[in-house]
């Protein structure tokens, strides 16, 4: 050391040095033999451990703090050329009497330091271009060394799965071995078990995952929190990029006072080693790392967001931005049509197409609006129409629409192909899309709360396999094969997603299609040999399998409703449009089926989180008032899966409440969704919402939920409970009981006006009436009764329907009624005479009307006990009736 004092060699690299720095420095060492090899400052964990459990004297390392700076004449920088990452070393740089040698793989950057001598070469990992060195001038290694240096390759390149490893490193990797590397240790290193703590800090991640789409590129970005360091943060973030099968991420982790940001990438358009040199830190354009001080987890955030969105170019074009189906009219249609259809769908312009699709012209709101108030409302809309119109087709880039939207100053731009319009771009559109690019994000907040709504995307390939039958899952797969066939996608909607994910049982299959749906259904029927029943008016249509099995196909549309509470006029459109036509985000998820695509889960409406934070919340503030029923489905959902309604939810149930929306609803409608809440397990819960928000009243406007309504219920439920486990096989509609507790406080007349409200049908209309009637009937007579024979309670109970038993059980606060009519189910319903009228005719009586006399008499002896079997029942005639044998 003292020799060297006076014109010191020094060999480096750069700051949290890894297996690819040390093996490089360790290379450089063989080329300059009488060099000193000095860390700039800490080693990454997993090289700290190495030293500590590997024999680290074969390695001569000086501490910096036993550098003096000023004796050194040559730097020679190894895995790095940044001068921000070599330590104090940078304060050499510039000094005339410092030779800087420079051996390095990253890319090129603003920060790179020029050296006077430099072999550049890009390489998966920096120790292959050492090593190709090495091999050139014939400098051989021991085993250890070449162990050490094979740790660089495999870790740089991530064991040559990272799209930046080159032929060059598999050619390294192969001298290393026969310089007599050691694969065991190799893989002793890299596969090292997860300790507790960074299970935990990889669950947070994958929790915390959000996928944002930055300027057309999906990209993926985690977090975690621990008040300790935790070390092989970057291992936790390839893991997590594998599991998922990610194109991108970017895991932040915030350890005691600093924040750690680990970067992987699998696409060119995503260069990650210049976000990370941004935080000061540096890598590959597929892996690069940085450590963030003075900044928080949130402020980090929101930094890589603004340098995503600056970093980020994908080339859009029009194809990835225009919004399709296009809302369009044919020429023909008057201005009064063209008027109304861009206020139902709340657009400011409106396309005109003749019946080949092609686009002849376009109108606007205001057009529109100046065409009625000089009274030219009947008017074909072709004789206005603008039929001078700039157009592109569907791979024009960003900038020729930007160029045609904003020179020309137009509102609108049709997409076509081969004359046919395929989509849109409006100014409004390219707006958004130019702020996205040169501004920090604005977050989709959720009008309820401050989480961030990104569309998020996962694969539940497995769990659909885990959850659903055997037969299910080989039939959403055969109807991906269809889809792909008539170039469609088809995706798995509706409630049996959401139960999937919450584990419920749900085997109702609903298939949505971007296309022509009824098209698919007809191929889908002949290849799986299934009958199809198809709804033109609204693109829908059923399937039926051999075995009885239905699924439900729908055309991906949008809704119109004309008025509150009116039915749906119905309109084809997107999976989005589709989804968000629905009442509650828990319900927006969809699974794509498509081969390619089996399993993806898309959530556009953070539907995700809602389940995981438990709150139901609906999807756009005017659900309500156009759908009233969908109040009655929030109460519901809410109480049967445990969910609490969302604040602003709640206040637009409210406001739906107050403009009396009820009142315009179909008595039907309001029936079935009543019929759903009682046919719940519990609808005690879902009523007592009902009656919290002033529902009750527009069922019946003397409809109240008393103490003594209260008190029926909640008999009911027990009653029911106990009926269902007597396993009588007794068939039933519980529903019908819990709807008679709930009216039981009503008159006869309000009743009748109850059950003509709902637009029951005539028959069990009847039936309502007739049953409360026989329960007040029955248990009047009950009451009354004195006669203790069972016969007797047979004969009051028999003709009368499960319902209006069980009903009568729980209205009744007699003890001995309710015996009464549990003697009646568990002993005496179902008794039956085994002598029939061929029998007495065999025993010599000639047929008349006393045989009804003789089987009544064997029904009481029976019910009574008096006889139990066949020759019971004989001998009981002989004895009673014998005198009628010659009659």
Not at 182 to 202: G, H, K, P, Y
Not at 426 to 436: G, H, K, Q, V, Y
Not at 795 to 820: F, N, Q, V
Request: net charge negative; proline share 3%.
């Amino acid at each position: 050391m003292k020799k060297q004092a006076t014109h010191l060699e020094v060999i480096t690299t750069h700051v949290n040095a890894d297996f690819d720095s040390l093996a490089s420095m360790l290379a450089a060492k063989r080329l300059y033999p009488e060099a000193i090899i000095v860390f700039p400052g800490a080693q990454e964990k997993n090289l700290r451990n190495f030293f500590l459990h590997t024999s680290s004297y074969l390695f001569d390392f000086v501490r910096i703090k036993d550098v003096d700076l000023k004796n050194i004449r040559r730097l020679i920088l190894v895995d790095t050329r940044q001068k921000r990452r070599i330590g104090k070393f940078k304060e050499l740089l510039g000094m005339d009497d410092v030779e800087i040698h420079i051996y390095d793989h990253h890319p090129p950057s603003n920060d790179d330091i020029k050296g006077d001598f430099e072999v550049i070469q890009e390489r998966g990992a920096g120790i292959s271009t050492m090593t190709e060195i090495l091999r050139e001038r014939g400098i051989t290694v021991t085993p250890d060394e070449a162990t050490l240096m094979s740790l660089g390759i495999y870790e740089d390149t991530g064991s040559f799965t990272f799209s930046s490893t080159k032929a060059e490193d598999y050619e390294a990797a192969a001298w290393l071995l026969e310089q007599g590397a050691s694969l065991n240790t190799i893989s002793d290193m890299l596969t090292r078990e997860l300790t507790a703590e960074q299970v935990w800090l990889l669950n947070d991640l994958m929790a915390s995952a959000t996928r944002n789409n930055i300027n057309g590129v999906e990209v993926v970005i985690a977090k975690a929190k621990s008040d300790r360091y935790i070390g092989d943060f970057a291992v936790l973030v390839q893991k997590f990029m594998e599991m998922e099968n990610l194109n991108v991420i970017f895991g932040l982790a915030q350890m005691e006072n600093r924040v750690y940001l680990v970067a992987r990438s699998r696409i060119p358009e995503v260069n990650v080693a210049e976000i990370a040199f941004e935080f000061g830190g540096g890598g590959h354009p597929q892996a690069a790392s940085a450590t963030i001080t003075e900044r928080t987890l949130i402020q980090a955030e929101e930094d890589l967001h603004n340098m995503l969105l600056r970093r980020i170019d994908f080339e859009r074009l029009a194809k990835d931005m225009m919004s399709s189906p296009v809302i369009h009219i044919s020429p023909e249609a008057t201005i009064r049509e063209a008027h109304d259809t861009l206020a139902r769908y709340n657009i400011n312009f409106l396309m005109i197409v003749d019946e080949e699709g092609k686009l002849k012209g376009y109108t606007s709101r205001q057009v529109a609006d100046r065409a009625i108030s000089l009274g030219l409302e009947i008017r074909p809309i072709k004789e206005y129409m603008n039929v001078e119109f700039y157009h592109v087709g569907p791979e024009a880039t960003l900038k020729e629409i930007q160029d045609l939207i904003i020179s020309n100053k137009v509102g609108i731009l049709p997409v076509l192909r081969d004359s046919q319009l395929i989509g849109v771009i409006t100014r409004t559109d390219l707006l958004n899309i130019l702020i996205e690019r040169s501004s920090t994000p604005e977050f989709v907040y959720d009008s309820e709360g401050e989480v961030p709504r990104f569309i998020r995307k996962k694969n539940i390939g497995n769990l659909l396999k885990e959850r659903l039958p055997d037969k299910i899952v080989k039939l959403l797969k055969d109807l991906g094969g269809i889809a792909d066939r008539l170039d469609y996608n088809a995706y798995l909607v509706g409630g049996l997603v959401r139960d999937v994910i919450l584990k419920r049982e749900n085997l109702d299959v609903d298939i949505v299609i971007e296309g022509d749906g009824i098209r698919f259904a007809k191929t889908a029927a002949s290849h799986l040999g299934a009958e199809m029943r198809s709804y033109p008016k609204f693109g829908t249509a059923v399937l039926t399998m051999p075995d009885g099995f239905k699924i439900d196909v729908a055309t991906a549309r949008m809704e119109h409703y004309e008025s509150p509470a009116a039915l749906p006029e119905v309109k084809l459109s997107s999976l989005r449009r589709d989804l968000f036509r629905r009442d509650f985000t828990i319900n927006t998820l969809a699974v794509q089926v498509n081969k390619g695509h089996y399993g993806s889960l898309i959530d556009y409406f953070g539907a995700m989180r809602d389940m995981k934070e438990r709150t139901l919340r609906v999807i756009h503030s005017l659900s309500f008032v156009e759908d009233p029923t969908r109040i009655l489905r929030a109460i519901r959902f809410e109480q049967r899966f445990g969910f609490r309604i969302g604040r602003l939810t709640e206040t637009l149930i409210q406001n739906a409440v107050s403009l009396r929306c009820f009142e315009n609803l179909s008595g039907q409608r309001l029936f079935v969704e009543l019929q759903m809440i009682l046919k719940e397990e519990d609808p005690m819960g879902p009523i007592g919402r009902m009656d919290g928000y002033g529902l009750l009243k527009f069922i019946s406007p003397e409809l109240r939920l008393t103490e003594e309504v209260r008190s029926i219920l909640k008999e009911i439920k027990g009653i029911l409970v106990w009926f269902d486990l007597l396993y009588l096989g007794i068939a039933y509609e519980p529903w019908k009981v819990y709807f008679l507790g709930l009216t039981s406080c009503l008159s006869d007349d309000a009743f009748e006006n109850l059950v003509g409200r709902l637009q029951v049908d005539e028959k069990e209309m009847v039936g309502m009436i007739s049953t409360r009637k026989e329960a007040r009937r029955v248990l009047e007579e009950l009451y009354n009764l004195k006669d203790k024979k069972r016969y007797s309670l047979y004969r009051i109970l028999s003709a009368l329907p499960t319902e209006t038993l069980l009903y009568g059980m729980a209205k009744t606060r007699s003890e001995k009624i309710k015996r009464s009519i549990s003697t009646f189910f568990t002993k005496l319903r179902g008794t039956e005479v085994l002598l029939k009228g061929k029998d007495l005719i065999a025993m010599g009586y000639k047929p008349g009307p006393f045989f009804k006399e003789i089987l009544e008499g064997i029904l009481e002896a029976k019910l009574e006990g008096d006889v139990s079997t066949r020759d019971d029942e004989i001998e009981f005639v002989k004895d009673r009736f014998g005198s009628l044998l010659n009659n």
